[in-house]
């Protein structure tokens, strides 16, 4: 869930592209600028082995330059389901709504409700176990707005990671703790699946993507922001 950025950082690049005669191709496979920003080198091969199925509702108007919901499709292949909207209706989405009923469906939102997920493979034997995590994609107003809009969603288990590292994702985080969607994915999977490579391996595109980044910021000369 990419919670909490603003989109000043880095206008540059739709600066630079809106104003170039040269249209940029866009790589098919990681939705990014082809070839200078292209990602596909940093994919495993084969798509992640986790037994943990991933469902990711998307705000609509979740376009940002950075979205990081292709690397998770990549990654994860047919492990991962998208589905892009404001509102899942059970009559238009009735395999979702069959899912969400089911106990070890587990939503991946900090409420106050939400257990922790080291608490939950701690205590294998007394709780149920995660076996499908649905993840909300947008900024944080845009995920509250998701959680609102589709009460189901209040009503099954909740999941939190607590304890991870400051997010590396290039945006200005309006509080702590805020992460992209793929860090939160890839951290929550490492501790559900009690295999921190998974984790690794799906943040290694992203690092790469936000390595290129940085790299194209500098290139560019601009003036340091004021702190």
């Known amino acids: 869930m990419e919670l909490g950025f603003s989109n000043e950082i ?20 990681c939705e990014r600028p082809f070839p200078d920003h292209c990602i596909c080198s940093s994919f495993p091969e084969n798509p992640i082995e986790i037994q943990t ?6 705000h609509p108007k979740e376009t940002r330059v950075f979205r990081t919901v292709p690397i ?35 939503l991946l939102y900090p409420t106050k409700e939400a257990k922790n997920a080291e608490f939950i493979i701690k205590n294998k034997e ?36 607590s304890s991870v590292p400051n997010s590396t994702y290039l945006r200005k ?23 921190p490579d998974i984790s690794n391996q799906l943040l290694k595109p992203f690092h790469y993507m936000m390595d290129l980044q ?4 500098k290139s560019l000369n601009l003036p340091e922001r004021e702190k």
């Open 126 to 161: 007394t709780e149920t176990q995660v076996k499908r995590l649905v993840v909300l994609d947008g900024t944080w107003i845009h995920a509250k707005k998701l959680f609102n809009w589709n009460p189901k969603l209040g009503t099954i288990s909740h999941v939190k990671i």
């Open 173 to 195: 985080q309006t509080q702590k703790g805020n992460l992209s969607t793929v860090e939160a994915v890839a951290f929550a999977l490492g501790i559900l699946e009690e295999n």
């Open 72 to 106: 998770i499709e990549r990654c994860l292949g047919s492990k991962c389901t998208v589905y892009r909207g404001r509102k899942f209706e059970e009559d238009l989405y009735p395999l979702l709504h069959k899912q969400l009923q089911d106990p070890s469906t587990f």
């Open 214 to 217: 940085r790299n194209f910021v």
């Open 53 to 58: 199925e991933v469902i990711i509702l998307q």
């Open 10 to 29: 880095f206008d540059e690049e739709e600066k630079k592209k809106k104003d170039s005669s040269i249209q940029r191709i866009i790589c098919e496979k």
